[in-house]
């Protein structure tokens, strides 16, 4: 009997550790277009499986990246969305958002200036090959 309650219990620990192996949960939301409906249900998405997560006492890491069109999202001068960003800033440090270089180079030499791009924003090289490298690295990528 004291065998049987030890395979039961190495099996049970065998089929759990996956779930506390894996580390935080992790989502990547892409924003490609400029359309502010689409980026404010980016934020909500993020800000609903947040809660999700932390509800049940998970942790969660979500990128936001922003590329073409959706980088205006994250330009100072044209974010509809800017004071929700700021808000994130403070709120959810959970949350990170990724300008994609390519895009920021591209608008630059279109418009002849500077895009400036709000604060606690990472410049990656390029949006589209960030999201392969982390699905790659088994991120969950979700375009709202």
Same mark, same amino acid.
């Given at each position: 009997?004291?065998?049987?309650?030890? +395979?039961?219990?190495?099996?049970?620990?065998?089929?759990?550790?996956?779930?506390?192996?894996? &580390?935080? =949960?992790?989502?990547?939301?892409?924003?490609?277009? #400029?359309?502010?409906?689409?980026? *404010?249900?980016?934020? #909500?998405?993020?800000? #609903?499986?947040? %809660?999700?997560?932390?509800?049940? &006492?998970? @942790?969660?890491?979500?990128?936001? +990246?922003?590329? #073409?069109? &959706?980088? =205006?999202?994250?330009?100072? /001068?044209?974010?509809?969305? %800017?004071?929700?960003?700021?808000?994130?800033?403070?709120?959810?440090? *959970?949350?990170?958002? %990724?300008?994609?270089? *390519?895009?920021? /180079?591209?608008?630059? %030499?279109? @418009?002849?200036?500077?895009?400036?791009?709000?604060? *606690?924003?990472? =410049?990656?090289?390029? &949006?589209?090959?960030?999201?392969? @490298?982390?699905?790659?690295?088994?991120?969950?990528?979700?375009?709202?």
């Amino acid at each position: 009997m004291r065998l049987l309650r030890l +395979v039961v219990a190495l099996l049970a620990l065998f089929f759990a550790l996956p779930a506390f192996a894996d &580390g935080p =949960h992790r989502l990547a939301l892409q924003i490609s277009d #400029n359309d502010a409906d689409k980026m *404010n249900a980016v934020l #909500n998405v993020a800000t #609903n499986v947040s %809660k999700y997560y932390a509800d049940k &006492g998970e @942790e969660l890491e979500i990128q936001i +990246v922003a590329f #073409n069109a &959706g980088l =205006h999202m994250l330009r100072e /001068d044209t974010s509809p969305v %800017k004071p929700r960003l700021a808000s994130f800033a403070k709120s959810m440090p *959970n949350v990170s958002f %990724k300008a994609c270089q *390519n895009t920021v /180079d591209s608008m630059a %030499k279109r @418009e002849g200036k500077a895009i400036p791009i709000v604060e *606690n924003t990472e =410049h990656v090289t390029a &949006g589209v090959a960030t999201l392969i @490298e982390l699905s790659e690295k088994g991120w969950t990528i979700v375009r709202p």
